[in-house]
Nanobody, 127 residues
Framework: QLQLVESGGGLVQPGGSLRLSCAAS????????IGWFRQAPGKEREGVSC????????NYADSVKGRFTISRDNAKNTVYLQMNSLKPEDTAVYYC????????????????????WGQGTQVTVSS
């Protein structure tokens, strides 16, 4: 059974850091690009970052460039999102998702390019 499970969320003060993990099972992670998305209360879900199957290509939303870093360890079937210099506006539920296409290029949209989603992990940035 294909599954994506996020972890690592929590409450952090502004300026702090968190590392999210996305653990994959039931499919060969090496073959697919993976994306991170987030949804804040009352807002639409938006793309945050994605990484190609090999890890050689990454994309970031303008709002997180220079603060967030995506990486993957295919041997551990895990994709990470290191979040530094967190701001209150980063507060959201964060989701990871598997891109539909084998060896597809890394894109943040449209979200219909992603076919499996995790359940999400809450990130709250507040003093």
């Amino acid at each position: 059974q294909l599954q994506l499970v996020e972890s690592g969320g929590g409450l952090v003060q502004p300026g702090g850091s968190l590392r999210l993990s996305c653990a994959a099972s039931g499919f060969t992670l090496d073959y697919y690009a993976i994306g991170w998305f987030r949804q804040a209360p009352g807002k639409e879900r938006e793309g945050v970052s994605c990484i190609s199957s090999s890890g050689s290509m990454t994309n970031y939303a303008d709002s997180v460039k220079g603060r967030f870093t995506i990486s993957r360890d295919n041997a551990k079937n895990t994709v990470y999102l290191q979040m530094n210099s967190l701001k209150p506006e980063d507060t959201a539920v964060y989701y990871c998702a598997k891109q539909r296409t084998l060896f597809g290029i890394c894109v943040l949209g449209p979200q219909t390019k992603y076919d499996y989603w995790g359940q999400g992990t809450q990130v709250t940035v507040s003093s």
